[in-house]
C-alpha cells in the first residue's frame, strides 16, 4: 500500500493493525483529545480503577496491617519478575522499589566502589540532567575521587559509535548512559556498548525510562550489569508510581548499596542493631514499599506482556516512520527539522520535531483559543525547540498521528501561535 497523507489511508492503516483492540482497554473518555505525551505518562488502563479499589476497600480496609503477611511484604520482587520478562531479565534480577534517581544513586555508588581504582564515570550530553545531577553528587559523596565525563555530539541527535569507542578507556570504572535519549530519541545499540564498556574492565548502567515497554530488552543475553527505569511513562504505572532496579545476578552479592535500609536487611524482624546485607536483589530495597501506587502498575504489565514486546515494536516503527513522513511532507517546509534519527533502528518511541516556535506551537496544541478548534493534542516541549510526540502502540491510532500532524499544519500555516505568550509555564 504507498504511502499517502490523506486521511483514508490512516484508516486503512487503524483497520490492518493487529494491536488495535488493546486501545479499548485504556481509559479514552475525550474523542477531540489526541495523547501524544505517553512518554511522560501513560494513559490509565481500565483494569487499574477496579484493582485499586480493591487493595483499598479491601486489602487496606479489610486486611489492615494482616495485608504485609497476605502478599504485601512480597509485592517488590513479584513485580519485578513480571517486569524481568519485559526486559530480558531472570525473575530474581529485578525489584520495584524506589524512585528513578534513588535507583539510580544507589547502584552508581555501589559501582563506583565496586570499581575504586578507576576514576572516570562515562556519561553523556544527551542524559536527563537528573541522571547527571545524581551522578555529580555521588562523585562528592565518595570524596572527588572520581570524574564525570561526557560524550558530546556532532548533530545533537546521534553519538556515534567511534565516539563511544574512543571514550572508553582503562581508567573508566562505569559508563552510564540512557537507552533512549530523552530529547532526539536517539537509542544506543546497548549490546555493543556494554561489550566496550567490559572489554576496558568497566561496569555499565542504563537507563531504561524511554525503552522499557517501547522497545524490546535482552539485559542477560547482552551481559548488562546494572540498570534502572520508571514505570509510568509507556509501562503505565500511574503517576509517581515506583521505579525499578536491575542487578545482574552474579554481582547482586559483590555490590554493597549506600544505603542500609530495613529491608534490605538479613533478616529485618530480627531487628538486630547491626546492619547485614541481604543475600540477592533483596538488598537493594531500602524500607517500606509504597503498597497503593506500586499495586497500580500491575494491570498495566500483564497488558503488556499479553501483547508482547515484538509486535509493540513493530508497530512503533510503523508508526513513527508514518510520522515522519507527514511531518516531512507538511511541516518542513513550513520551517521544521527533525529532531530525532531518520533510521528507525536508532530511534526510540518518540520523534522530536524542532522549530524556533516549538513552545508556542505546543500551547496552541493543548489550550486551541475559543473561536478556533475543538481538536487537541497533547504532546510536550523540551528547550529550546523540541515538540515530542510520543508514541504508545498499545493505544496510539494512525488517525491520531494524521490528526495531530494535520493540527500543527494549521497551526504553522494560519498563524494561529502568535495569539500566544513566549512565557513558559513551569512544568512544559
Known amino acids: 500500500m504507498e504511502k499517502s497523507t ?3 489511508y490512516a484508516l486503512q492503516l487503524d483497520n490492518q493493525d493487529t494491536l488495535a483492540g488493546f486501545r479499548e482497554r485504556f481509559v479514552i473518555d475525550d474523542p477531540d483529545l489526541i495523547y501524544l505525551d505517553g512518554n511522560s505518562l501513560g494513559r490509565l488502563p481500565q483494569a487499574t480503577v477496579p484493582h485499586l479499589q480493591d487493595v483499598v476497600k479491601n486489602q487496606w480496609g479489610k ?20 517486569l ?19 535507583n539510580l544513586f544507589k ?13 572516570i564515570l562515562l556519561s553523556d550530553e544527551f542524559n536527563f540532567p537528573s541522571d547527571l545531577y545524581v551522578f555529580q553528587g555521588v562523585i562528592e559523596l565518595l570524596g572527588n575521587k572520581h570524574r564525570l565525563k561526557l560524550l558530546k555530539s556532532e548533530d545533537s541527535i546521534t553519538i556515534g559509535d567511534q565516539r563511544i569507542q574512543d571514550a572508553i578507556t582503562e581508567d573508566t570504572a562505569l559508563v552510564a548512559l540512557t537507552h533512549v535519549a530523552f530529547k532526539s530519541a536517539f537509542m544506543y545499540e546497548m549490546e555493543s556498548v556494554t561489550k566496550l564498556a567490559h572489554q576496558a574492565g568497566a561496569l555499565a548502567l542504563w537507563d531504561l525510562s524511554h525503552s522499557v515497554g517501547a522497545v524490546p530488552l535482552k539485559l542477560n543475553e547482552w551481559q548488562v550489569d546494572l540498570a534502572v527505569g520508571c514505570t509510568y511513562k509507556y509501562l503505565n504505572g500511574g503517576p509517581g508510581a515506583p521505579a525499578f532496579l536491575y542487578v545482574r ?12 535500609g530495613w529491608f534490605a536487611d538479613q ?6 542493631l547491626d546492619f547485614t546485607p541481604a543475600e540477592g536483589i533483596s538488598r537493594f530495597q531500602i524500607s517500606t514499599p509504597h503498597i497503593l501506587s506500586m499495586m497500580g502498575i500491575e494491570p498495566a504489565l500483564d497488558i503488556l506482556l499479553e501483547a508482547g514486546m515484538g509486535h509493540l515494536r513493530e508497530k512503533s516503527i510503523q508508526q513513527t516512520e508514518y510520522l515522519i513522513y507527514l511531518a516531512q511532507e507538511w511541516l518542513n517546509p513550513l520551517g521544521f527539522q527533525l529532531g530525532s534519527p531518520l533510521d528507525p533502528i536508532q530511534r526510540g518511541s518518540h520523534v522530536s520535531l524542532r522549530h524556533p516556535e516549538a513552545y508556542r506551537i505546543c500551547r496552541a496544541l493543548i489550550d486551541p483559543l475559543p473561536d478556533d478548534s475543538s481538536l487537541r493534542v497533547i504532546p510536550d516541549f523540551r528547550a529550546p525547540d523540541n515538540i515530542r510526540l510520543g508514541i504508545a502502540p ?35
Do not use: M
Open 6 to 8: 490523506e486521511e483514508v
Open 63 to 82: 486486611d489492615l496491617v494482616r495485608g504485609w503477611n497476605r502478599g504485601w511484604f512480597e509485592k517488590p520482587g513479584q513485580l519485578g519478575a513480571k
Open 84 to 102: 524481568a520478562d519485559l526486559i530480558g531479565a531472570e525473575p530474581d534480577e529485578v525489584l520495584v522499589c524506589d524512585t528513578t534517581s534513588l
Open 107 to 119: 547502584l552508581t555508588a555501589a559501582a563506583l566502589r565496586f570499581r575504586v581504582d578507576r576514576s
Open 249 to 260: 545476578k552474579d554481582l547482586q552479592n559483590q555490590l554493597i548499596p549506600p544505603i542500609w
Open 267 to 272: 533478616s529485618p524482624f530480627d531487628f538486630n
Open 394 to 428: 498499545l493505544y496510539t491510532t494512525y488517525s491520531d498521528i494524521h490528526r495531530a500532524l494535520n493540527r500543527i499544519k494549521t497551526i504553522l500555516e494560519d498563524g494561529i501561535y502568535q495569539e500566544y505568550s513566549k512565557k513558559q509555564l513551569k512544568v512544559t
